[in-house]
Nanobody
Framework: QVQLVESGGGLVQAGGSLRLSCAAS??????MGWFRQAPGKEREFVAL????????DYADSVKGRFTISRDNAKPTVYLQMNSLKPEDTAVYSC????????????????WGQGTQVTVSS
């Protein structure tokens, strides 16, 4: 059974940091991504990483503040979030793609349940 389980969300003050984790089942994925959805807004791309770890990409809004990485041994994908802003408040979900590496929501077949990140001003 495919499972993606996120953890690490919470409440943090502006300027603070959080690290999200996404534990994936043991199959091989082509790419893994982090997405977020704020109340009343559509789900949006945050960051992605190839299964090899050699390729990463970020949304412009998080470049220089967020870092995506992966641990081959577990397998787990991480999202280190620094210099958090109130506008980063959202439910963050990890997703896995079996065919491509893409910032498009529709290219991901499997999704975690999401973890809430709240940044207070």
């Amino acid at each position: 059974q495919v499972q993606l389980v996120e953890s690490g969300g919470g409440l943090v003050q502006a300027g603070g940091s959080l690290r999200l984790s996404c534990a994936a089942s043991g199959r091989t994925w082509y790419g893994m991504g982090w997405f977020r959805q704020a109340p009343g807004k559509e789900r949006e791309f945050v960051a992605l990483i190839s299964w090899s770890g050699r390729y990463t990409d970020y949304a412009d809004s998080v470049k220089g503040r967020f870092t995506i990485s992966r641990d081959n041994a577990k397998p787990t994908v991480y999202l280190q979030m620094n210099s958090l802003k109130p506008e980063d408040t959202a439910v963050y979900s990890c997703a896995a793609a079996t065919k491509t590496i893409s910032p498009r929501v529709s290219d991901y077949e499997y999704w975690g349940q999401g973890t809430q990140v709240t940044v207070s001003s």
